[in-house]
């Protein structure tokens, strides 16, 4: 009974294994974009005019960004919960006897969802940060043939 508790159990935690490495990424990206968020506070203080602007602007997208990737994180951790519930339900019932099929299947179907739903905010976070990559038109001097 305890060896199918444990090969039922393997899929969950091979998706919590994914969620922590997508938790690996998201971290980074947000590491990142709060030492640049620093840089622009800094230079907040330092420019006016169109400068000032562009600043402002950039420091618009870098909150958004912050934004959006601390709900990801967020969503992530949940799911990653609901993954280690499921273990702990699949195993109280192989150790137990108690009938938690629908219990486990449940709070699985949840985990799903909400890892899902926190990778549709981290492909959002990707384009904007894509976004404020964009190189201004009148740098790329389009109208010269080179």
Do not use: C
């Not at 934004?67 to 799911?79: D, Q």
């Amino acid at each position: 009974m305890i060896v199918e508790t444990i090969q039922l159990a393997l899929t969950p935690v091979f998706v919590l294994v994914a969620i922590g490495n997508i938790l690996n990424i998201l971290s980074s990206r947000l590491g990142r974009v709060v030492d640049r968020a620093r840089m622009l506070q800094r230079l907040y203080f330092e420019t006016q005019d169109a400068e000032h602007d562009l600043v402002v602007r950039e420091i618009r997208l870098v909150d958004r960004r912050i934004t959006i990737i601390t709900r990801a994180i967020r969503l992530m951790v949940l799911s990653a919960l609901a993954i280690g519930s499921t273990v702990a339900i699949l195993f109280l019932q192989g150790l137990a006897g108690f009938d938690l099929h629908v219990v486990a299947a449940i709070i699985f179907l949840a985990s799903i969802l909400l890892l899902l739903i926190a990778l549709i905010l981290f492909l959002q976070e990707t384009q904007v940060a894509a976004d404020a990559l964009k190189v201004p038109s009148n740098l790329l001097e389009l109208h010269r043939n080179i």
